[in-house]
T-cell receptor
Framework: NAGVTQTPKFQVLKTGQSMTLQCAQD?????MSWYRQDPGMGLRLIHY???????DQGEVPNGYNVSRSTTEDFPLRLLSAAPSQTSVYFC?????????????FGSGTRLTVV | KNEVEQSPQNLTAQEGEFITINCSYS?????LHWLQQHPGGGIVSLFM???GKKKHGRLIATINIQEKHSSLHITASHPRDSAVYIC???????????FGQGTRLTINP
């Protein structure tokens, strides 16, 4: 099925561990982004990319790294997990080249850091 | 202060009622999005607006660019409409979305 695929759906990490959240889309969307969703905070942008080889920081980038080696994939790396990174993470994509395109969201990854 | 303000934060209504959720923003935008999130679920894009009005089934979204305001209406509400509705805007010249805090809607049978 076309869309945005996020893996894993659930993950528990110990403080200090590293992991990568995967995001892949098969719609040839240039723009991809990562958000975290916390109770009472709404969705906040972590990092985004407007195309392969190009990434930029969002509102809350600290503790996270990204790369965009292909159009399809936009992984989010936690180098040393902290309890403050317990959250639900969403990846989203859209075409660029104008404002008349909606976003497609992945189903989310629920991360708990203990 | 959030740049995108939604009201109300919580709304409980009876099945069949007409529902209105409001969204206000601060500066010029290229697009406004309405999103739906069911409990424990993913996020679905309902509408993208840059002007006027859009309708999909029982859902209607309007935007007033001059007043920097948008509304999402649900006609003949149903318990399956119970969800969090999120307004998000893309400001002129920007790539990223700015999100409202969401409106939690509960429709009782």
């Amino acid at each position: 099925n076309a869309g945005v695929t996020q893996t894993p759906k659930f993950q528990v990490l110990k403080t200090g561990q590293s992991m990568t959240l995967q995001c892949a889309q098969d719609m040839n969307h240039e723009y991809m982004s990562w958000y975290r969703q916390d109770p009472g905070m709404g969705l906040r942008l972590i990092h985004y990319s407007v195309g392969a080889g190009i990434t930029d920081q969002g509102e809350v980038p600290n503790g996270y790294n990204v790369s965009r080696s292909t159009t399809e994939d936009f992984p989010l790396r936690l180098l040393s997990a902290a309890p403050s990174q317990t959250s639900v993470y969403f990846c989203a994509s859209r075409p660029t080249g104008g404002s008349n395109y909606g976003y497609t969201f992945g189903s989310g990854t629920r991360l708990t850091v203990v | 202060k959030n740049e995108v303000e939604q009201s109300p934060q919580n709304l409980t209504a009876q099945e069949g009622e007409f529902i209105t959720i409001n969204c206000s923003y601060s500066v010029g935008i290229s697009a406004l999005h309405w999103l739906q999130q069911h409990p424990g679920g993913g996020i679905v894009s309902l509408f993208m607006l840059s002007s006027g009005k859009k309708k999909h089934g029982r859902l209607i979204a309007t935007i007033n660019i001059q007043e920097k305001h948008s509304s999402l209406h649900i006609t003949a509400s149903h318990p399956r409409d119970s969800a969090v509705y999120i307004c998000a805007v893309r400001y002129l010249g920007a790539q990223k979305l700015v999100f409202g805090q969401g409106t939690r809607l509960t429709i009782n049978p």
